[in-house]
């Protein structure tokens, strides 16, 4: 009988260091977990944002000629430039804002038929294009510009226009004036989460930036977690996000 008792006791020993043993891991690893992190800890998101309006326009398109012979095909479209560049000086656009990229060309098939309607082949005829661009500081006048290119249309130019594209030279200054705003602007609000709660700001801990955003001021469009990049609008509206954690004493 006594070595029964023995035998009991030494299984329940075995059982209380093994209930031991597990409760010490999971508190060890509790422990390793919560290595390294603050006692108390303010995190904050702090906004900064500008309006500004674009200082550089991009405005592109093309025009486009058809003719039987390809020689005179771009004897015509090298008038129909130099006609349209002059149009564009004339509207207070400098020379050097404009460039003209090379004419190309394609080889295309016109249906014939003949007097009764009846199919009779084709008939080859060269379609030349030329694209340009124009890349101006001088916003308005470009804008002017752009309303009033459709009048080439009655000089037999086929032009066709794309929107113009906004942009801001000094994006650097920006960005980094944002970054300023919006840190402190999470500095303030740590300072206000920390006295309302009785607690005094302690050290910086960690410092996390956003992305960068750029949209229409008076357009509905979504931030991105890429970064928005409006270029469709004049006015816009840039702003950036800081994440700031701080000790909490």
């Not at 020379?95 to 394609?106: H, K, L, N, V």
Request: glycine share 8%; charged share 25%; aromatic share 12%.
């Amino acid at each position: 009988m006594e070595s029964k008792y023995v035998l009991v006791s030494k299984v329940i020993t075995s059982l209380l260091i093994c209930v031991g043993i597990v409760w010490g891991s999971y508190y060890l690893g509790k422990g390793v977990e919560n290595k390294g992190r603050p006692e108390g800890s303010i995190a904050v998101k702090g906004l900064g944002s500008q309006d500004f309006t674009a200082d550089l326009i991009v405005l592109e398109g093309y025009f486009s000629v058809e003719n039987d012979d390809l020689q005179l095909g771009f004897s015509e479209s090298s008038r129909q430039k130099d006609e349209f560049e002059g149009f564009l000086i004339d509207l207070g656009i400098p020379s050097s804002a404009i460039t003209f990229q090379a004419a190309t060309y394609s080889q295309l098939d016109r249906s014939l038929y003949n007097d009764t309607g009846k199919f009779i082949g084709y008939e080859p005829y060269y379609r030349l294009t030329q694209d340009f661009e124009i890349r101006s500081n001088d916003v308005a006048s470009v804008e002017k510009a752009s309303r009033k290119i459709s009048d080439v249309l009655d000089k037999g130019i086929l032009i066709n226009m794309y929107s113009p594209r906004y942009y801001y030279t000094r994006l650097a200054d920006l960005k980094h004036e944002m970054i300023k705003k919006a840190t402190e602007d999470a500095r303030q609000r740590a300072e206000i989460i920390a006295e309302q709660s009785g607690a005094s700001l302690g050290e910086l801990r960690d410092a996390r930036m956003g992305v960068f955003q750029i949209t229409g001021q008076y357009s509905d469009e979504d931030y991105s977690w890429g970064g928005s990049f409006n270029t469709a609008d004049k006015e816009k509206t840039a702003s950036i996000t800081i994440n700031l954690t701080y000790e909490s004493n």
